[in-house]
T-cell receptor, first 110, second 114 residues
């Protein structure tokens, strides 16, 4: 069964304290792995797409990496405005749907 | 560049009623997917529409149905509402063709069933 597990469920950081979020997945034929950011009561905002193991992508303080079993979202020197829920999703082979994890709630305090 | 829009923003219904939610895709996109997000959970795939046809469906009962119009906009209909249908309903648009196309989400419609 295709499945996505994110850890930790919640993370509290001090401003400037770097950390990583984990996304473990089991899927039949990965077509793509997606990271989204979601603010309370809003729709998910697209961050990155990764297609194959070894791929990395960066955007400002965020860097996403992919292996054959998991993906990491590294946050370098976070700021309070990075506080949000970060969602990971996979697209299985032969399907157009996305399968999401439950997300990691990140709180960055000044 | 207009993003994905959804209406209404919020909706309150009672058990047994029917509801229709609407979505306009991002400019240039022809595929619309619908997701249900319960509080504290990730979005769950309901179905996807492409070329006015339901292309894929998730594990949701027949009470959930949809439609796509020639201008690519879409509706989600839910009949015989249950308390458990209370959730944030998200619409996502993408460019069809079967590739790995990024799905862009709208702001959602918050449905409360009393």
């Amino acid at each position: 069964e295709d499945q996505v597990t994110q850890s930790p469920e919640a993370l509290r950081l001090q401003e400037g304290e770097s950390s990583s979020l984990n996304c473990s997945y089991t899927v039949s034929g990965l077509r793509g792995l997606f990271w989204y950011r979601q603010d309370p009561g809003k729709g998910p905002e697209f961050l990155f797409t990764l297609y194959s193991a070894g791929e990395e992508k960066e955007k400002e303080r965020l860097k996403a990496t992919l292996t054959k079993k998991e993906s990491f979202l590294h946050i370098t020197a976070p700021k309070p405005e990075d506080s949000a829920t970060y969602l990971c999703a996979v697209q299985p082979g032969g399907y157009n749907k996305l399968i999401f994890g439950a997300g990691t709630r990140l709180a960055v305090h000044p | 560049d207009a993003g994905v829009t959804q209406s209404p923003t919020h909706l309150i219904k009672t058990r047994g009623q029917q509801v229709t939610l609407r979505c306009s895709p991002k400019s240039g996109h022809d595929t619309v997917s619908w997701y249900q997000q319960a509080l504290g959970q990730g979005p769950q795939f309901i179905f996807q529409y492409y070329e006015e046809e339901e292309r894929q469906r998730g594990n949701f009962p027949d009470r959930f149905s949809g439609h796509q119009f020639p201008n690519y906009s879409s509706e989600l209909n839910v009949n015989a509402l249950l308390l458990g249908d209370s959730a944030l309903y998200l619409c996502a648009s993408s460019l069809g063709g079967g590739g790995t196309d990024t799905q862009y989400f709208g702001p959602g419609t918050r449905l409360t069933v009393l």
